[in-house]
């Protein structure tokens, strides 16, 4: 079970400098405030049963079993921190991502491009570009695109690996939405494309920019994953020296220091 105090951890995020990262194209730095928001996110939600119940799980034994196991909560907790700061880094640098609607009623644009960037990572070829341009959404160049954002067969059919699951972490109503047309991934794909060619010219760009298949855009996505990976590094560095400050607490209590 996680024992640490939420309040010292996040004192401890909030004042810690020793760990940063190397400049996101020259202008930005591992963000402490940002970590300490997410933490503090990720802890009220990840571990709750109301949170899980707002994507329409209602198995009620069940996920209390799951979240109650402390290897669950430890990977769960990991995978939260990742995926949230990574969501809000990008919003960061792409905030007009933010208010270009939804893919599907409660599925957010940004979402879809956030996942994508995390799952394409370093990958040589996307394709996603001519997915989008060929408008084929059963043809190759859809493939991984679609496998990304149709994901997950019903959420609520599963408890297994919750955790790995962009949607789960950052966007309930995105799990509730996936699953009104799980099943059918091409519908899904078919719905982002036409949220893309909704988008300005400008904005179809920069979305390009992140997700294509070029060296640049490759770059760009790593070193996004790497400053969120950077962010759950710290956050790990700074709960176990909460926890050995709580332990030697206890050591000085028990010898009535």
Known sequence: MIKFTLKSL??????????????MRGDAQLNMNRLAQVAKSCQEDILSFNYYKRMGFNNTDVINEYI?????????IRHCIYYRYHY???LTKYPWLD?????????????????????????DKTSILDCIANQ?????ECSLTGSIIGSGGFFRNTIQNWYTSYKVNVCPSCVLAHDE???SREEILKAFIKWFL?????????????LGDGDEARELRSVIMGESNAALKKYL???????EQEQEQRRQEVLGN
């Open 181 to 183: 047309v799980s099943g």
């Open 88 to 90: 809000s880094l990008l």
């Open 10 to 23: 996040i004192t401890l995020v909030l004042t810690s400098s020793t760990l940063f990262l190397t400049p």
């Open 136 to 140: 084929d959404v059963s043809s190759q």
């Open 99 to 123: 208010s270009t609607g939804e893919i599907l009623p409660g599925y957010p644009g940004s979402v879809v491009v956030a996942s994508l960037a995390t799952v394409f990572g370093s990958s």
């Open 68 to 76: 109650k196991n402390s290897y669950n909560q430890e990977q769960a």
């Open 198 to 210: 909704t988008l300005e010219k400008t904005q179809r760009r920069e979305v390009i920019s992140l």
């Open 237 to 243: 560095e700074v709960r176990q020296r909460v926890d």
